[in-house]
């Protein structure tokens, strides 16, 4: 059976949604330039022969709705390049980078171009009024963890779902809940988003992200080259100094959580025999995928049993894992969630700092993951990484991935 290999990759500098360095680009246009960005590092590699381009788009509407990916595949030149938008939340594009992995595991293609994009900054207007059921039974789950109560289960017992979960479900309730079932405290939290921000600047300032990003070209003609929304300033103090962002009993602030962003990401992913055929080097190879389901009240506890399955099929343990870059979402989830996998925080968790820092633009995540996995696996010499984050609506995804050149 080929192997899938990973033979270009980049991202788009990250924006804060709203008021950063991305609110006049469409989304579109964003994932073109960054597509074009990434293609241009195979300069050898015919862009007619990539056969499909997945996309992956957390909230596919307005000017990110439609087949997005058709779109951008059309904004590319590449009009005999079909695309299928993607929509996993927050793993979209890392459920892109699955797909083309299968497909090339099967032998039903050898090249393809996948990624994400999110624009928060250009959504439509969001109903503000959340799924009220969805809301109640959160509400009631959450009650049980604080009171001890035993949990039940949220399938048959209590309030069952009846519709999409939008933004407005609250994702800080789950992560609340997440913190109070592990006694994840407000000064882990705290301590852990100093971590990310400290570790993201030094990642900044020594030019590590630069090494990743794709610069984007703004309607006025000025370039964006590096991520707003690191805050080299944090301190303790300013943390602590926050109010609860959810729930006023809680331990979630703005500060332990990611921010709303724009961004975009990409990678060319071909089959070995492809990458030697046209003269290709493999940055990685595709180990292994792996996904998981769990109550969307604890959906922050996703990176587990995801991890798990993706170790298990890879036919390895934690141990064998160099770097995880693991989302960010919240610190409330990330920490217990290390926890339960063993991984060694201090050296091998999100290095370069994370997604508290640098955002989250939900579509095009998962691929930003991979891309700074690949970086920091070339950056410190290592060899085998894992990009794994927890997904709204209760699920899991991983990747492993093993270092090529």
Same mark, same amino acid.
């Given at each position: 059976?080929?192997?899938?290999?990973?033979?270009? &990759?980049?991202?788009?500098? @990250?924006?804060?949604?709203?008021?950063?360095?991305?609110?006049?680009?469409?989304?579109?246009?964003?994932? =073109?330039?960054?597509?074009?960005?990434?293609?241009?590092?195979?300069?050898?590699?015919?862009?007619?022969?990539?056969?499909?381009?997945?996309?992956?788009?957390?909230?596919?509407?307005?000017?990110?709705? $439609?087949?997005?990916?058709?779109?951008?595949?059309?904004?590319?030149?590449?009009?005999?390049?079909?695309?299928?938008?993607?929509?996993?939340?927050?793993?979209? *594009?890392?459920?892109?980078?699955? +797909?083309?992995?299968?497909?090339?595991?099967?032998?039903?293609?050898? !090249?393809?171009?996948?990624?994400?994009?999110?624009?928060?900054?250009?959504?439509?207007?969001?109903?503000?009024?959340?799924?009220?059921? $969805?809301?109640?039974?959160?509400?009631?789950?959450?009650?049980? @963890?604080?009171?001890?109560?035993?949990?039940?289960?949220?399938? %048959?017992?209590?309030?069952?779902?009846d519709g999409m979960i939008t933004l407005g479900f609250g994702m800080g309730l789950t992560a609340e809940n997440v913190a109070r079932m592990t006694g994840t405290t407000r000064a882990d939290q705290d301590e852990y988003a100093l971590?990310?921000?400290?570790?993201?600047?030094?990642?900044?300032?020594?030019?590590? $992200?630069?090494?990743?990003?794709?610069?984007? /070209?703004?309607?006025?003609? *000025?370039? $964006? =080259?590096?991520?707003?929304? &690191?805050?080299?300033?944090? =301190?303790?103090?300013?943390?602590?100094?926050?109010?609860?962002?959810?729930? #006023?009993?809680?331990?979630? %602030?703005?500060?332990?959580?990611? #921010?709303?962003?724009?961004?975009?990401?990409? !990678?060319?992913?071909?089959?070995?025999?492809?990458?030697?055929?046209?003269?290709?080097?493999?940055?990685?190879? &595709?180990?292994? %995928?792996?996904?998981?389901?769990?109550?969307?009240?604890?959906?922050?506890?996703?990176?587990?049993?995801?991890?798990?399955?993706?170790?298990?099929?890879?036919? +390895?343990? @934690?141990?064998?894992?160099?770097?995880?870059? +693991?989302?960010?979402?919240?610190?409330?989830?990330?920490?217990?969630?290390?926890?339960?996998?063993?991984?060694? /925080?201090?050296?091998?968790?999100n290095p370069f700092g994370g997604s508290i820092a640098l955002g989250h633009p939900y579509g095009a995540t998962g691929v930003r993951l991979l891309t700074t996995l690949i970086n920091g696996l070339r950056t410190r010499d290592q060899?085998?990484? +894992?990009?794994?984050?927890?997904?709204?609506?209760?699920?899991?995804?991983?990747?492993?991935?093993?270092?090529? *050149?």
């Amino acid at each position: 059976m080929t192997e899938a290999v990973i033979v270009a &990759i980049g991202r788009s500098p @990250i924006a804060r949604a709203r008021k950063g360095g991305l609110v006049d680009v469409r989304a579109d246009e964003l994932a =073109t330039q960054v597509f074009q960005g990434v293609l241009d590092q195979v300069p050898d590699l015919d862009p007619t022969a990539l056969e499909d381009l997945y996309l992956g788009v957390s909230e596919p509407s307005g000017e990110q709705g $439609f087949n997005l990916a058709r779109q951008v595949a059309a904004l590319l030149g590449l009009d005999d390049l079909p695309g299928a938008t993607v929509n996993r939340f927050c793993a979209s *594009s890392l459920q892109a980078t699955r +797909m083309a992995y299968h497909a090339i595991k099967a032998g039903e293609g050898h !090249a393809f171009l996948v990624g994400g994009v999110e624009s928060i900054s250009r959504y439509p207007a969001l109903d503000p009024q959340p799924n009220l059921r $969805f809301s109640d039974r959160t509400k009631e789950i959450g009650e049980r @963890i604080a009171s001890g109560k035993s949990w039940g289960d949220p399938r %048959t017992d209590g309030v069952a779902p009846d519709g999409m979960i939008t933004l407005g479900f609250g994702m800080g309730l789950t992560a609340e809940n997440v913190a109070r079932m592990t006694g994840t405290t407000r000064a882990d939290q705290d301590e852990y988003a100093l971590r990310s921000q400290s570790l993201a600047a030094r990642s900044a300032s020594d030019g590590f $992200f630069a090494r990743e990003i794709v610069p984007i /070209i703004r309607p006025d003609g *000025s370039r $964006f =080259t590096a991520d707003d929304s &690191i805050r080299p300033s944090t =301190t303790r103090q300013g943390l602590a100094a926050l109010e609860p962002a959810f729930d #006023p009993a809680g331990t979630v %602030t703005a500060g332990n959580c990611c #921010p709303f962003n724009d961004g975009a990401s990409g !990678a060319v992913i071909v089959s070995a025999e492809f990458a030697a055929s046209h003269g290709l080097t493999p940055l990685a190879r &595709i180990v292994a %995928t792996g996904v998981s389901g769990l109550s969307p009240e604890i959906m922050g506890l996703g990176p587990v049993e995801s991890s798990e399955r993706a170790l298990w099929l890879a036919g +390895m343990t @934690i141990d064998d894992i160099d770097i995880v870059e +693991m989302n960010e979402a919240f610190a409330a989830q990330v920490l217990p969630s290390a926890r339960q996998l063993d991984i060694d /925080i201090a050296e091998k968790l999100n290095p370069f700092g994370g997604s508290i820092a640098l955002g989250h633009p939900y579509g095009a995540t998962g691929v930003r993951l991979l891309t700074t996995l690949i970086n920091g696996l070339r950056t410190r010499d290592q060899t085998l990484g +894992m990009a794994t984050l927890c997904v709204g609506g209760g699920q899991g995804m991983a990747v492993v991935v093993e270092r090529m *050149s």
